[in-house]
């Protein structure tokens, strides 16, 4: 594609996707979204966290009873 | 002042919650107005600029005060536009957007028909993303290219090929429909 047509190119785009309005903002501060997200990602963290913990937990204590029956009344017993 | 502002630059990078807020309000209006530039949609816009600034506190460790702050947010940001552009396929959607209030006026040349616009505009959004990001800065918004370079992350030379790719796929896909431009 020569200069020309990469010039002809750039123009019809430019009719066919007009720029955005540099003057635009947003319709509402952000500041309370944000804070709303920061505060609500810690603990979503937290609670993936938790749930990991839970599911290895969980997996071990399986594992454990698979392999060694004669902890089960043991481990009945902390439950 | 410079001072001032350095301080804040200073104490973000340490992780100062304050310190972010201050910059937030700075800057949010500027990040806002350069992803809407890349997604052409108020809306997703908004949802973009916090989710750039919650990029951006994340990386408050790797925040190096002496290079700026807005920049590195430009950069962070048009990152999280493109990952937006990627995650989105359909392209009525967004040539609808393409073509929604938030476009400046534009005298309409009379050779090019409402009917060939349309179809670029399809066309333009059938582009992948890194090239359309690019055509969309560089040649629509008509940003300095050294500007969409810093944050896309490349060099200049590297945005000329993808205006050049994006432009030469555009001019293809329009062939294929019958448009001669």
């Known amino acids: ?9 750039k123009r019809l785009l430019q009719q066919a996707v007009p720029p955005v309005n540099g003057n635009s903002e ?11 997200r920061m505060d609500a990602q810690p603990a979503a963290r937290a609670l993936t966290g938790w749930a990991w913990f839970d599911g290895a937990l969980a997996f071990g204590l399986l594992g454990l009873a698979a392999f060694f029956p004669a902890s089960i009344p043991l481990l009945l017993y902390y439950l | 002042m410079q001072n001032g502002e350095s301080g804040v630059l200073n104490q973000f990078q340490q992780g100062d919650v ?7 309000h700075q800057h949010q209006r500027a990040v806002y107005g350069w992803i809407l530039r890349i997604t052409r949609n108020p809306a997703a ?14 990386a408050h460790a790797r925040f190096e005060p002496g290079r700026g702050f807005e920049g590195w947010a430009r950069r962070i940001a048009t990152r999280a536009a493109l990952d ?3 995650a989105r396929r359909t392209e ?7 073509l929604a209030e938030v476009a400046a006026p534009v005298e309409a040349d009379p050779a090019v028909t409402a009917e060939i616009r349309r179809k ?8 992948p993303p890194k090239l359309r990001i690019a055509a969309t800065l560089a040649v629509i918004e008509e940003q300095p290219q050294k500007d969409v370079a810093a944050a896309l992350g490349i060099s200049i030379a590297a945005v000329k090929l993808r205006i050049f790719r994006a432009l030469r796929l555009l001019r293809k896909d329009l062939e294929k ?3 001669t431009p």
């Open chain 1, 1 to 9: 594609m020569n200069e020309d047509n990469q010039d002809r190119m």
């Open chain 2, 84 to 86: 937006w552009l990627r």
């Open chain 2, 18 to 24: 304050a310190a972010f807020e201050t910059l937030f």
């Open chain 1, 26 to 36: 947003p319709r509402r501060d952000l500041w309370p979204a944000m804070l709303r």
């Open chain 2, 92 to 98: 009525s959607e967004l040539s609808t957007e393409m």
């Open chain 2, 45 to 58: 816009a908004e949802d973009l600029t916090i989710e750039a600034f919650w990029r951006i506190s994340n």
């Open chain 2, 177 to 179: 429909q019958g448009i």
């Open chain 2, 120 to 127: 670029t505009a399809m066309a333009f959004s059938r582009l």
